[in-house]
C-alpha cells in the first residue's frame, strides 16, 4: 500500500496550491480520507476530512472557506485546492487513509495510512 502526493511548491501570498494524493495497492473507495499538514516545530494538525462517498466534509477552522478537499474513487485520489494561502500554511502536507471503527477524524492515531508528504511553502 502507498500514497504518493504531489503538488506542493513555492507560491507567494493570496496564491492557490491543487495537492493531489494517489493510493496504489488497494482501493481506499471504502475508507475516509484526510490532509494533514506538519510546520517545523510543531504538531502534526489536521487540515481536512473526507468521508468514503464525499458526503461529509470536516475543516479545520483555519483553513475553511479557502481550500477545498474532494475525492475521484474511480482513480484512488484525493485532492486539496488551495486557495487565499498564507504564510502559516507552511508545512508539509500530508494525505491518510481512515481506519475503519473511527470516531474522531481530526485525530491523526486513527489513521492507518500516510503519504510521504508534499511539502508547500507560502512567502509573505
Known amino acids: 500500500v502507498q500514497l504518493q502526493a504531489y503538488g506542493g511548491g513555492l507560491v507567494q501570498a493570496g496564491g492557490s496550491l491543487r495537492l493531489s494524493c494517489v493510493a496504489s495497492g488497494r482501493t481506499f473507495s471504502n475508507n475516509g480520507m484526510a490532509w494533514f499538514r506538519q510546520a517545523p516545530g510543531k504538531e502534526r494538525e489536521f487540515v481536512s476530512h473526507?468521508?468514503?462517498?464525499?458526503?461529509?466534509?470536516y475543516y479545520a477552522d483555519s483553513v475553511k472557506g479557502r481550500f477545498t478537499i474532494s475525492r475521484v474513487n474511480a482513480k484512488n485520489t484525493v485532492y486539496l485546492q488551495m486557495n487565499s494561502l498564507k504564510p502559516e500554511d507552511t508545512a508539509v502536507y500530508y494525505c491518510?487513509?481512515?481506519?475503519?471503527?473511527?470516531?474522531?477524524?481530526?485525530?491523526?492515531?486513527?489513521?492507518?495510512?500516510w503519504g510521504q508528504g508534499t511539502q508547500v511553502t507560502v512567502s509573505s
Open positions: 491518510a487513509v481512515y481506519g475503519t471503527g473511527g470516531s474522531d477524524v481530526r485525530n491523526p492515531n486513527e489513521y492507518d495510512y
Open positions: 473526507i468521508s468514503r462517498r464525499g458526503y461529509s466534509i
